[in-house]
T-cell receptor, first 117, second 115 residues
């Protein structure tokens, strides 16, 4: 079974600095998607960035970028120029596919990010 | 366009009761997934439905069931509630299923408290 591990329960960063959140996963599949989601205190889960496993190039979305190491099964998120609004719980997620044509998304336990002014 | 909507926002039940949670996907989305998020943990997958058929099921007991309607909205039912069912229940929609699926968009959730 696939698993997703986020080893950092909490992280803290100074405003305008850079922080990296770690994620590792376990799978025997070669074709999958990886995601980082943000869940602010208001609870709505928001997609931050996604990565397709067959793409070598690391995904970037403005201040957010990933370091995808397929062989190492590692998928870290880098937030540059951190802003107060980045404070939230961040979840790493893996999408696996079902034999009946569906999918399920497996989430890590999350990393709570604090941003200091 | 409206995002994923869920109702009710909060719910209090007692042990042994039954509850129904509702979800309306983004217009044009045909896939709905349900997740349970216990406080302090990541969401756990419960079900995925596409075109009114169950396409994925997580490791939850038979007390949990769901269905999808012709307009692609969905209901999650939980019978014989236990204290441990207290959680935030999230619904997510996407335009397709399987490897054709793209991003899932999440609703605000229903907070269920079982006393």
């Amino acid at each position: 079974a696939q698993t997703v591990t986020q080893s950092q329960p909490e992280m803290s960063v100074q405003e305008a600095e850079t922080v990296t959140l770690s994620c590792t996963y376990d799978t025997s599949e070669s074709d999958y998607y990886l995601f980082w989601y943000k869940q602010p205190p208001s609870r709505q889960m928001i997609l931050v960035i996604r990565q397709e496993a067959y793409k070598q190039q690391n995904a970037t979305e403005n201040r957010f970028s990933v370091n995808f190491q397929k062989a190492a099964k590692s998928f870290s998120l880098k937030i540059s120029d951190s802003q107060l609004g980045d404070a939230a719980m961040y979840f790493c997620a893996y999408r696996s596919y079902e034999s009946i044509g569906g999918f399920k998304t497996i989430f890590g336990a999350g990393t709570r990010l604090f941003v200091k002014a | 366009d409206a995002g994923v909507t869920q109702s009710p926002t909060h719910l209090i039940k007692t042990r042994g009761q039954q509850v129904t949670l509702r979800c309306s996907p983004i217009s044009g989305h045909k896939s709905v997934s349900w997740y349970q998020q216990v406080l302090g943990q990541g969401p756990q997958f419960i079900f995925q439905y596409y075109e009114k058929e169950e396409r994925g099921r997580g490791n939850f007991p038979d007390r949990f069931s769901a269905r999808q309607f012709p307009n692609y909205s969905s209901e999650l039912n939980v019978n014989a509630l236990l204290l441990g069912d207290s959680a935030l229940y999230l619904c997510a929609s996407s335009s397709a299923s399987g490897r054709d699926s793209e991003t899932q968009y999440f609703g605000p959730g229903t907070r269920l408290l079982v006393l």
